[in-house]
């Protein structure tokens, strides 16, 4: 039974610069959130799909975007990078009658 | 962002010992999750509590869901090093699906 998973790993990219981050949920989930996890602090709500729409959004600006496909998997997408856009990306996958969310390993982004 | 309050912020144990800790909010919340992370990965899904009230085990893991919805505890028994890690709590309010997290509870085990 395949967990979440994400990728890339790791990236680096300049400030000003646009990324893309890759999320595929757990088997048989169909829900996916995001998160940003600055170091030393909790995980931010970002974003939550469902149905391929964004469901709900939290204090997040326009620069952050999502879109999740016909499969469930899921991207990111981030304009204009920041400095303070460095940060572990988590992405969550769950099943939309039951809220437990299943994390992946994350993408850790640095913005140079 | 809006976080939750964990206490303690850290805390060194000895092999063996239990362990508490607690997440409160001014918040009520419908459901409450514990997560456990290690350094460079993500959360690990411990224990799901949806009932004030509620006691659920998994292992030498149990959590309790607040009385007053409020608050929710976890508590690890007979801890080993293995534990070692940052505890979270995420609470959900009703009507929504955004998940907030705590503060987290790093926990240091001494052989």
């Known amino acids: ?112 | 962002g809006q976080q939750l309050n964990q206490s303690p912020q850290s805390m060194f144990i000895q092999e063996g010992e239990d362990v508490s800790m607690n997440c409160t909010s001014s918040s009520i919340f419908n459901t409450w999750l514990w997560y456990k992370q290690d350094p460079g990965e993500g959360p690990v899904l411990l224990i799901a509590l949806y009932k004030a009230g509620e006691l659920t085990s998994n292992g030498r893991l149990t959590a309790q869901f607040g009385i007053t919805r409020k608050d929710s505890f976890l508590n690890i028994s007979a801890s080993i090093p293995s534990d070692v890690g940052i505890y979270f709590c995420a609470g959900l309010t009703s009507g929504t699906y955004k998940y907030i997290f705590g503060t987290g509870t790093r926990l240091k085990v001494l052989a």
């Open chain 1, 1 to 112: 039974d395949a967990g979440v998973t994400q990728s890339p790993t790791h990236l680096i990219k300049t400030r000003g610069q646009q990324v893309t981050l890759r999320c595929s949920p757990k088997s048989g989930h169909d829900t996916v959130s995001w998160y940003q996890q600055a170091l030393g602090q909790g995980p931010q709500f970002i974003f939550q799909y469902y149905e391929e729409e964004e469901r709900q959004r939290g204090n997040f600006p326009d620069r952050f975007s999502g879109h999740q496909f016909p499969n469930y998997s899921s991207e990111l997408n981030v304009n204009a990078l920041l400095l303070g856009d460095s940060a572990l990306y988590l992405c969550a996958s769950s099943l939309n009658i039951n809220y437990e969310q299943y994390f992946g390993p994350g993408t850790r982004l640095t913005v140079t």
